[in-house]
C-alpha cells in the first residue's frame, strides 16, 4: 500500500482552513506566520516560498523576512524579539539551516515558545521529551498524522529511526515512545544498519541520504516512512529509501514525492492556528 501524504495533507489543511475562518469570525483574529530565511540556499527558498503561499491560500497573514547571508546575529535576535512582541504574529519560522556565521541554538532559543510552530525551542523539544507537548515539530508530527490516518496500532511495536537530528530523527523517536513503541535509533555510527531494520515493524528513514535503506534490509509487511528529499542527477526528487525493492516487501510506504513532504507543511499550517487560537485567549 502507498501511504498517501498528499491525501492526508488535504485532510488536515481543509481542517485548518475551517479553522482560520471559524477564528475570524468569533472573535476577529486573522492567525499570522512570520518567515524568516537568511541567505541563498536554493532549497530553503523553495521551502520558505510554498510555505508563504499555502498560508496565503488558507487565509493566514504570512509577512517574510528575507536578509542576505551577512545578517549579523545581533539583528536577527532583535527581529526575533520584534516577532515575538508583534501582536500579529502568531508564529515565527526561522528557516534551517542558518549560514554558518550565525548561532542556530540561539535564535530558537529566542523564539517565544507560544510562538515557535516549528516546535524547535528547546522549551518545546523538553515538553516533548516530559511528555507534554506544546508545539510539536512539524515533519516528525506530520509522520504520526499519516500513521493515524491508515490506522497504524504502534503500541508494543518495534519502531526504528534512522537519523537522529534535532528536526526529525530525536523527536520522532519521543512521539513514537508516547506511543508505546519500543523505540531503536539508527545513525551514521551504527555498525550494522540492517540487523536494526529488520527487526522493525516500522521503519522511519531520515539519514539525508537516498538509497540508505533496501528492499533486503526490510521486514516483510512493514510500515516504512522515508522522510528523506534527495536530488537526483536528473534533477527529479527521489527519498532516502530505494521504493522499488521497498515496496515490494513493505506492507505500507510513503512516496517521494507525496509522502511525508505535504505533511510537513500542513503541520505548520496546523501549528499556527493552534498557536493564534491559544494567543487569542490571552489577549
Ligand atoms: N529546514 C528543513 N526543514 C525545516 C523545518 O521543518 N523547519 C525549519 N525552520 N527549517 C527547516
Redesign the pocket.
Known amino acids: 500500500m502507498i501511504l498517501d501524504g498528499k491525501a492526508v495533507a488535504q485532510k488536515v489543511l481543509d481542517e485548518v482552513r475551517a479553522g482560520v475562518v471559524r477564528l475570524k469570525e468569533t472573535r476577529g483574529i486573522t492567525p499570522g506566520l512570520a518567515a524568516v530565511l537568511i541567505g541563498e540556499d536554493p532549497a530553503?527558498k523553495v521551502?520558505v516560498g510554498s510555505k508563504k503561499r499555502m498560508a496565503a491560500s488558507l487565509g493566514l497573514a504570512s509577512p517574510d523576512y528575507l536578509f542576505p547571508e551577512g545578517l549579523a546575529q545581533r539583528e536577527l535576535l532583535d527581529l526575533v524579539d520584534r516577532l515575538n512582541a508583534d501582536p500579529a504574529v502568531h508564529g515565527i519560522?526561522?528557516?534551517?539551516?542558518l549560514p554558518k556565521t550565525l548561532d542556530e541554538d540561539e535564535v530558537m532559543a529566542r523564539i517565544a515558545p507560544a510562538k515557535d510552530v516549528?516546535g524547535?525551542t528547546p522549551t518545546s523539544l523538553g515538553r516533548l521529551l516530559a511528555g507534554a507537548p506544546g508545539m510539536v515539530?512539524?515533519?516528525p508530527a506530520g509522520c504520526l498524522e499519516i500513521l493515524d490516518h491508515y490506522g497504524a496500532e504502534l503500541k508494543g511495536a518495534e519502531a526504528v529511526v534512522i537519523g537522529r537530528s534535532r528536526?526529525v530523527g530525536k523527536p520522532l523517536a519521543q512521539l513514537l515512545l508516547a506511543r508505546h513503541a519500543t523505540v531503536t535509533m539508527c545513525h551514521t555510527r551504527t555498525r550494522d544498519l540492517a540487523f536494526h531494520t529488520r527487526r522493525a515493524d516500522f521503519l522511519c528513514v531520515a539519514a539525508g541520504r537516498a538509497g540508505v535503506v533496501t528492499g533486503d534490509m526490510v521486514k516483510p509487511g512493514a510500515w516504512v516512512i522515508d522522510v528523506g528529499v534527495n536530488r537526483r542527477a536528473d534533477g527529479t526528487l527521489t527519498g532516502d529509501v530505494d521504493f522499488p525493492s521497498v515496496s515490494q516487501r513493505a506492507h505500507a510506504v510513503t512516496p517521494v514525492p507525496g509522502g511525508v513532504g505535504p505533511m510537513?507543511i500542513a503541520m505548520?499550517m496546523k501549528n499556527t492556528l493552534l498557536a493564534a487560537e491559544r494567543q487569542g485567549r490571552t489577549q
Open positions: 530553503s521551502y519560522l526561522v528557516q534551517l539551516p516549528d524547535l515539530p512539524c515533519t528536526l510537513t505548520l
